[in-house]
């Protein structure tokens, strides 16, 4: 089994411009979650998918980010007119649809994103 | 929301000793997971134990459901052993995780 993919896994980019993550979840896993971690915190929800469906947002998910799954596959999140409070690091997870761990996410190595 | 509060904040220990870490949580919970998050950000699963007692190697973890808090141990620690520990419980019906703000381990040789 492959493990959860990120890409990129740096990104430096100047305010105002749009960037775009990629994640690939461990195959056959229909659950997708993204997360942001910044610097001495933990990570925090974003949002999470089942199969193509978006069935969770929090708050913390503003107009300026969308997230797609499109196929139930590989996701991706955007985030439009980036400000300098973007720059963290974009957590991807995955978890099984059935079996003894369905609930345990596993996570990429994440997307650091740098703001200037 | 499910609150989750990790303590110590930052323990520092020698090699070889053994060192207990502390997770409390809010509200009843149907995930519990334990990560290792190392140098490069990447979170290493340690374990899913939303009840009972599980070992791995050096390490073992017990979550009380019941009373609402899981621990970590670590014995015989080594230096690879530092780095950032989490703890992130999930409600029934709620498919995220919420994070402790995380203890940070240092092991000195």
């Known amino acids: 089994d492959t493990g959860v993919s990120q890409d990129p896994r740096h990104k430096i980019t100047k305010r105002g411009q749009n960037v775009t993550f990629r994640c690939d979840p461990i195959s056959e896993h229909n659950r997708l979650y993204w997360y942001r971690q910044t610097l001495g915190q933990g990570p925090e929800f974003l949002t999470y998918f089942q199969n193509e469906a978006q069935l969770e947002k929090s708050r913390l998910l503003s107009d300026r980010f969308s997230a797609e799954r499109p196929k139930g596959s590989f996701s991706t999140l955007e985030i439009q007119r980036t400000e300098q409070g973007d720059s963290a690091m974009y957590l991807c997870a995955s978890s099984p649809r059935t079996g003894r761990h369905q609930e345990t996410q596993y996570f990429g190595p994440g997307t650091r994103l740098l703001v200037l | 929301g499910i609150q989750v509060e990790q303590s110590p904040p930052d323990l520092i220990l020698q090699e070889g000793a053994n060192s207990t870490l502390r997770c409390n949580f809010s509200?009843?919970?149907?995930?519990l997971q334990w990560f290792h998050q190392n140098p490069w950000g990447q979170l290493i699963n340690l374990f899913y134990?939303?009840?009972g007692t599980k070992q791995n190697g050096r390490l073992s973890a017990t979550t009380v459901a019941t009373e609402r808090y899981s621990l970590l141990y670590i014995s015989s620690s080594q230096t690879t052993d530092s780095g950032v520990y989490f703890c992130?419980?999930?409600?029934?019906?709620?498919?995220?995780?919420?994070f402790g703000q995380g203890t940070r381990l240092t092991i000195n040789p």
């Open positions: 992130a419980a999930g409600n029934r019906g709620a498919q995220k995780l919420v």
């Open positions: 509200d009843s919970v149907n995930n």
């Open positions: 134990i939303p009840s």
